[in-house]
């Protein structure tokens, strides 16, 4: 990436949004290269476009990966293994927040191409709903999804939290946070 060549070394916070995808190359290279980070910020979902209609949400989508499982990583176990091993360089860090759901991609296309016919269809909601449309404002998949989720996203968040002595918190991107 051209645009870490000009930062300096000791960096400790670092915060990117607004990426095409977060994977293992991109965490390695900033590991590597700013060891002493405390703070590392990188997030994806920005890319969604949530506030027009659903035409743009499920076009922006497809722009991002936003949803790595099983597309960028074949498993939950696979993905946390290597973000394990290129974080390891980063022995101060206290926060990470990574804006990517751990959710399976299958849980926005099958949101887009199920959910969204109905509720269109739907007269009680009419033609053009208006804006959010993502799978955390939909009852269908919030009670299909919702429990694997966060039962997913506790799992990996106390893996990080255990390899990284230093960690005071770690986030993810989620469809389906608590208390929603
Ligand atoms: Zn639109
Ligand atoms: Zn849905």
């Given at each position: 990436?051209?645009?870490?060549k ?85 022995e ?14 299958d ?25 959010p ?7 269908v998949?919030?009670?299909?999804h ?35």
């Amino acid at each position: 990436m051209l645009l870490f060549k000009n930062m300096t070394a000791a960096l400790t916070q670092m915060k990117l949004t607004h990426l095409p995808r977060i994977d293992s190359s991109l965490l390695s290279l900033a590991a590597s290269r700013f060891p002493t980070l405390v703070t590392l910020e990188l997030s994806c979902v920005e890319r969604l476009d949530e506030h027009c209609c659903w035409l743009c949400f499920e076009e922006s989508s497809t722009c991002c990966a936003h949803s790595p499982i099983p597309g960028v990583y074949a498993t939950v176990d696979s993905l946390l293994s290597d973000f394990l091993k290129v974080l390891k360089p980063l022995e101060r860090l206290e926060t990470l927040f990574l804006g990517i759901f751990l959710s399976d991609a299958d849980v926005l296309a099958r949101h887009l191409e199920r959910c969204a016919a109905v509720i269109m269809a739907s007269p009680r909601t009419g033609y053009y709903p208006a804006p959010p449309f993502g799978p955390n404002k939909c009852a269908v998949c919030c009670a299909e999804h919702g429990v694997a989720t966060r039962t997913r996203e506790l799992r990996v968040k106390a893996a990080i939290a255990a390899a990284i002595p230093s960690i005071q918190s770690v986030g993810f991107s989620s469809w389906f946070p608590l208390g929603q």
